[in-house]
């Protein structure tokens, strides 16, 4: 006999009953123990943060996340899948600083860096029991009770391990380069970050006269999109190959002025306008011409206001004459070593003018904008302005719009390995899809440039640097016994965190001044992509473990983790082991409202995932995620999809078992093992049946999601 089923089905009911089960069970925990000492599978969670609710992305992700471990332990595999929560750097500060209405970072530190970071510690588990409950509905199976935390001690220390390992082999160094900056935050971004921000912007765009020195009546055009970097204009960059023109034109006030532009760039600048080409030359002509200074706020200390010569000045935008402030571009920096020109630094860390630039000072720079221009038109150096609309980097974090901006800070030599994280990418790794390997991900790599690792913030890991006060001595300190052994005293129960580690001292062996750690903390990414390390607390603890579990079988994120996650676990595992650390990764689509636009708590076009839970409950669910759409798809969700799962496949598959059950019953059939059927009915369907275990399994090994999903779906309508 079957055990009778009622033609109506409640899913959530029944989900419930069978979650209740697992619990009570220990289920999860059996899947372990059954499976030890069998062939490992290594599954590793990108942390989220937990200060936040989770939202039916997340259900998403984790839908993904936990159908190949599934999977493996079906195949008989021991499968080791520890949670981990992110719980440092801006996204958690932010929150606290919204809290207590702080807008920049003096009033964090007015208000005590020990205290502030305290209230960031206790917000980061906010909303954990949120995420638990999730978790468990949902049935992801991952170990919660075991998770990583990326603010413990242990965590850090192996950090700080990994980046003494760097230090040592010459990855770890301080310059002073053109960094994004985000001048709200205060602290300069990685390239990884601002890919992640870019949005439309309206900006100026325009040209200015550059009046010649020894030429009289003849000007520089230069073209840009922030006139506030105008104050720390030092040269004009010409390509010395390029065509130039002097042109002459008659002034709409009257008489006749000469301009000097690239003869490619005449019609997009002057349009229909008559202009008498005077004479054509090569760039190389223009080499040190002199051109009166724009402004004078801050005399350079060096010669400076000439043209100097530049590969990189193109004749797409603009017109060929490139504007140069070296505080503030990464190429206008590279001509000022060339030509030892000064740099100007006319702003200040919050991104306002200093007080030197007398007319704006205080202002913030973007905001100057307007007031820049108007004092060039008054002087009758400004030819042209128009707002025009281009992508502009925002912070992901506060959305103030980064600036350009000079400063000493860290970095890793990532570009040192570059062919080394292109060659493991390209031959140990598999992405789903395909074509990120060599795309998205392939591109990225050999467009790599060196890391930007120094945060000046409150709330992560310190860079464990110490440098003298006097002689300027470095040491970097790899260890909680190194730091006790520098200090001559115990630091086992010192908090790792600032303020703390900011009061260790000792003296320079150099020349017995005090050796004070430097101010920065590093980059959150760093710390989530060292996780196969420092979740183990490597090396100090778990060697076996961490060769057992290392690299992961499988990773899966949203695929904009091709700049973030995916990627600093790549670049760190390559400069730590010459290793990947995932063999294969899936990347997941976003998951948009029902009209493709991004879900908004604020337009009310957000979903709770709990919603969809409570009516069609988790199997529903994921299975529309499975079968919607391959996993890199972009996906317009609404409610109604999910009921419609349970409608046409549910029920369906529902209803065919429990007709079964009741004629089933009725016939009283013998179950006899082996069964060779005559009927050619049976037959067929148990070879279609064969047939779908072959297919659905080639598929999962293949990590192919649609198709060890949707022909089950239609084997069961059929
Ligand atoms: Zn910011
Ligand atoms: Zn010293």
């Known amino acids: 006999m079957f055990k009778p089923v009622s033609p109506k089905l409640d899913v959530t009911e029944m989900e419930n009953t069978i979650l ?19 062939p490992e599978y290594v599954f590793y969670e990108g942390p989220p943060t937990a200060n936040g609710k989770p939202g039916v992305h997340h259900v998403e992700a984790r839908a993904f996340k936990d159908m190949f471990p599934r999977y493996k332990i079906m195949r008989g595999f021991h499968v080791s899948r520890r949670g981990g929560w992110d719980t440092h750097g801006l996204p958690v500060e932010i929150e606290i600083e919204k809290k207590h209405g702080f807008t920049n970072k003096q009033q964090i530190e007015d208000y005590g860096i020990a205290k502030f970071n305290e209230e960031c510690r206790k917000s980061v588990f906010d909303y954990i029991q949120d995420w638990e409950k999730l978790t468990d509905r949902i049935a992801f199976w991952v170990d919660l009770k075991e998770a990583y935390v990326t603010y413990t001690n242990d965590y850090i220390e192996s950090v700080w391990w990994i980046l ?64 506030w970097t105008l104050p720390g204009n030092v040269a004009v960059a010409a390509h010395p190959d390029v065509d130039y023109v002097t042109i002459e034109r008659e002034l709409p006030e009257g008489g006749k002025e000469r301009l000097i532009i690239a003869k490619l760039l005449l019609e997009k600048v002057f349009g ?23 402004f004078t706020f801050m005399p350079p200390d060096k010669p400076a206001h000439f043209v100097v010569m530049g590969d990189f000045v193109t004749t797409e935008d ?31 860390a919050d991104g306002t003018f200093k007080p030197e630039i007398t007319p704006w000072k205080g202002q913030f720079v973007k905001d100057a904008d307007p007031f820049i221009l108007k004092d060039l038109q008054a002087r009758g150096l400004l030819f042209r302005s128009e707002i025009f609309t281009h992508t502009y980097p925002f912070c992901w974090r506060c959305d103030t719009p980064l600036l350009y901006y000079a400063r000493g800070t ?66 970097c300190i790899g260890s909680v016994a190194e730091l006790s052994q520098k200090t001559g005293q115990d630091q086992s129960e010192l908090d790792l965190h600032r303020p703390y580690v900011d009061d260790i001292q000792w003296s320079c062996p150099e020349c017995d001044s005090p050796m004070l750690r430097v101010p920065e903390l590093i980059d959150v ?29 499988y990773i899966c994120e949203a695929v904009d983790q091709t700049r973030g996650w995916f990627y600093s676990l790549h670049a760190i595992s390559t400069m730590l082991f010459d290793s990947e650390s995932y063999k294969n990764v899936v990347c997941l689509g976003l998951v948009l409202d029902r009209d493709g636009q991004k879900m908004s708590k604020s337009r009310g076009t957000a979903v709770d995932p709990w ?18 759409g391959p996993p890199h798809a972009e996906r317009r969700f609404s409610p109604d999809l999910v009921t419609e799962i349970v409608r046409s496949f549910t029920l369906t598959l529902w209803n065919v078992y429990s007709f079964f059950v009741t004629y089933a019953n009725l016939d009283n059939p013998v179950v006899k093992e082996n069964f060779q059927p005559d009927n050619e009915l049976d037959k067929w369907l148990l070879s279609t049946l064969n047939v779908l275990v072959r297919d659905v399994t080639r598929a999962y090994e293949e990590y192919d999601v649609t198709g060890a999903t949707r022909p089950i779906e239609a084997f069961v309508e059929n």
């Open 611 to 628: 919603d969809i839970l409570n009516v069609s409950g988790a199997d529903a669910f994921r299975w529309y995620f499975y079968t919607s």
């Open 318 to 348: 603009g017109t060929g004459l490139v504007h140069m402030a070296p505080a503030f571009g990464a190429e206008d920096m590279q001509a000022a070593i060339k030509y030892d020109l000064p740099i100007l630094m006319t702003v200040d």
């Open 525 to 553: 990414w760093f710390y989530s992509g060292s996780m196969p390390v420092a979740q183990l607390h490597y090396p100090f603890e778990n060697q076996e473990l961490f060769k057992n579990q290392f690299p992961a079988d």
């Open 410 to 475: 860290w970095y890793i030599r990532t570009s040192q390995v570059k062919d080394r994280l292109v060659e493991i990418n390209r031959n140990n790794i598999n992405w789903v899809p395909a074509h990120v390997k060599e795309g998205r991900f392939g591109n990225w790599l050999e467009n790599n440039i060196d890391w930007a690792l120094g945060r000046e913030r409150f709330w992560g890991t310190p860079l464990p640097v110490w440098e003298c006060k006097e002689c300027k001595h470095q040491e």
């Open 272 to 294: 229909d306008e008559q202009v008498n080409i005077i004479e054509t030359f090569k760039g190389k002509k223009l080499d040190h011409f002199q051109y009166q200074p724009l």
């Open 20 to 38: 209740k089960y697992w619990k009570e069970q220990e289920i999860f925990k059996k899947t372990g123990l059954e499976r030890s000492g069998k």
């Open 164 to 227: 003494k390992n760097f230090w040592e082999k010459g990855l770890l160094y301080q310059g002073y380069k053109v960094v994004p900056y985000c001048p709200r935050c205060g602290t300069p971004l990685s390239d990884h970050e601002v890919a992640q921000g870019y949005a439309e912007a309206k900006d100026p765009s325009v040209f200015v006269r550059l009046p010649l020195v020894d030429v009289p009546n003849t000007s520089l055009l230069i073209w840009t999109t922030t006139p």
